[in-house]
T-cell receptor, first 114, second 116 residues
Framework: ETGVTQSPTHLIKTRGQQVTLRCSSQSGHNTVSWYQQALGQGPQFIFQYYREEENGRGNFPPRFSGLQFPNYSSELNVNALELDDSALYLC?????????????FGPGTRLTVL | AQSVTQPDIHITVSEGASLELRCNYSYGATPYLFWYVQSPGQGLQLLLKYFSGDTLVQGIKGFEAEFKRSQSSFNLRKPSVHWSDAAEYFCAVGAIVRYNNNDMRFGAGTRLTVKP
């Protein structure tokens, strides 16, 4: 059974650019959640996708957007990058969107914005 | 909205000693509580979770946690710490915002150092 994978591992961008991060969910999982983890902080919920639809969103501006594909993999897109967007971005997949479903996390993508 | 406080930023214990990591939550209804561990360069791994029932829950790697509603706490314990337990530990509370939505709020984490 393949776990949650994320690409790329590391990424460096400059302010104002756009970035796309990718996540492959675990086999059998139809839900992907994205989190931002700033240095020294806990993960913050960005949004969740359930069966290709956005199913909940945290306190993040619209320049953070996402997609989920028919195979349940997902992308996180961030436009107009700001310095504060520098963080570890984690995705987690689960077999359903409800809180009772255990989330399995990927290793993350480290984004640095210069 | 729910929130989590982990009062200890950093804890150091000797190998073989007992461990308790504190977690306090704020949520108006019955909370769904979790403890995750994050090793350097890794994602988060679920240690244990509490939804209902027995307030003492057992997890992986010898960890346990006790839910105390009166104290709004969900402290993580281990009777004997191993050097491999050195990591960052996160407490989280989940809420059902609407059907099939998982809104998880994490604490800021406690970094555990284990002395030989």
């Amino acid at each position: 059974e393949t776990g949650v994978t994320q690409s790329p591992t590391h990424l460096i961008k400059t302010r104002g650019q756009q970035v796309t991060l990718r996540c492959s969910s675990q086999s059998g999982h139809n839900t992907v959640s994205w989190y931002q983890q700033a240095l020294g902080q806990g993960p913050q919920f960005i949004f969740q996708y359930y069966r290709e639809e956005e199913n909940g969103r945290g306190n993040f501006p619209p320049r953070f957007s996402g997609l989920q594909f028919p195979n349940y993999s997902s992308e996180l897109n961030v436009n107009a990058l700001e310095l504060d967007d520098s963080a570890l971005y984690l995705c987690a997949s689960s077999p359903g969107g409800g809180v009772r479903n255990t989330q399995y996390f990927g290793p993350g993508t480290r984004l640095t914005v210069l | 909205a729910q929130s989590v406080t982990q009062p200890d930023i950093h804890i150091t214990v000797s190998e073989g000693a007992s461990l308790e990591l504190r977690c306090n939550y704020s949520y108006g209804a019955t909370p769904y509580l979790f403890w995750y561990v994050q090793s350097p360069g890794q994602g988060l791994q679920l240690l244990l979770k509490y939804f209902s029932g027995d307030t003492l829950v057992q997890g992986i790697k010898g960890f346990e946690a006790e839910f105390k509603r009166s104290q709004s706490s969900f402290n993580l314990r281990k009777p004997s710490v191993h050097w491999s337990d050195a990591a960052e530990y996160f407490c989280a509370v989940g809420a059902i915002v609407r059907y099939n939505n998982n809104d998880m709020r994490f604490g800021a984490g406690t970094r555990l150092t284990v002395k030989p």
